[in-house]
């Protein structure tokens, strides 16, 4: 298994430019989550998706972050504009949501730096 | 919500001696608690979990214990190795059909395994 994949692995880009972050889930996995890490504030969960749709977006920080999840095999994490705050590094990660299991797998990330 | 407290921030042990990391939990609903290691550049990387039904749990190395009256959780790491050295998050989540589905992550434990 691929385990769960993301583009860019990393990303540099200027404030007010707009910034697309891309996953694809582990196969046959229903649940796709979006977290963001930085040193201050940790492992913070921004969105999950839940059969493509998304369940629980109350960690999304403001309007100019939005999330989408096309298909079982794709989502995206948007920001626009993005800002020097922004910078951190992006998970994704997915899971089998049932009655047991759910653990979750997380991607290798994507490290964001807007100047 | 549910409130993940972890303890200590960092830790330094010499080859061979053992590690514990310890967490707190506020939710008593919660009955899932993954732990993760993070290497350096990398995604955090399910290591164990335990499932509230059960007070124990060991993988080779790596014991986890759940005490639930008292809501908190440990992991340890016995006869650790300089690759144990990394970052090591715990986690909490209610788990059921009408439950929320996100991971509440304490904020690390930074371990460093000296030769």
């Known amino acids: 298994d691929a385990g769960v994949i993301q583009s860019p692995r990393h990303e540099v880009t200027e404030m007010g430019q707009e910034v697309t972050l891309r996953c694809k889930p582990i196969?046959?996995?229903?649940?796709l989550f979006w977290y963001r890490q930085t040193m201050m504030r940790g492992l913070e969960l921004l969105i999950y998706f839940n059969n493509n749709v998304p369940i629980d977006d109350s960690g999304m920080p403001e309007d100019r972050f939005s999330a989408k999840m096309p298909n079982a095999s794709f989502s995206t994490l948007k920001i626009q504009p993005s800002e020097p705050r922004d910078s951190a590094v992006y998970f994704c990660a997915s899971s089998l949501r049932g009655t047991s299991g759910n653990e979750q797998y997380f991607g290798p990330g994507t490290r964001l730096t807007v100047t | 919500g549910e409130n993940v407290e972890q303890h200590p921030s960092t830790l330094s042990v010499q080859e061979g001696d053992s590690a514990v990391i310890k967490c707190t939990y506020s939710d008593s609903a919660s009955n899932y608690f993954p732990w993760y290691k993070q290497e350096l550049g990398k995604g955090p990387q399910l290591i164990i979990d335990?499932?509230?039904?059960?007070g124990e749990k060991k993988d080779q190395r790596i014991a986890v214990t759940l005490n639930k009256t008292a809501k908190h959780f440990s992991l340890h790491i016995t006869e650790t190795q300089p690759e144990d050295s990394a970052v090591y998050f715990c986690a909490a989540i209610s788990q059921g059909p009408n439950s929320g589905y996100a991971l509440n992550f304490g904020k690390g434990t930074s371990l460093l395994v000296t030769p």
């Open positions: 196969s046959g996995h229903n649940s």
């Open positions: 335990i499932r509230s039904n059960v």
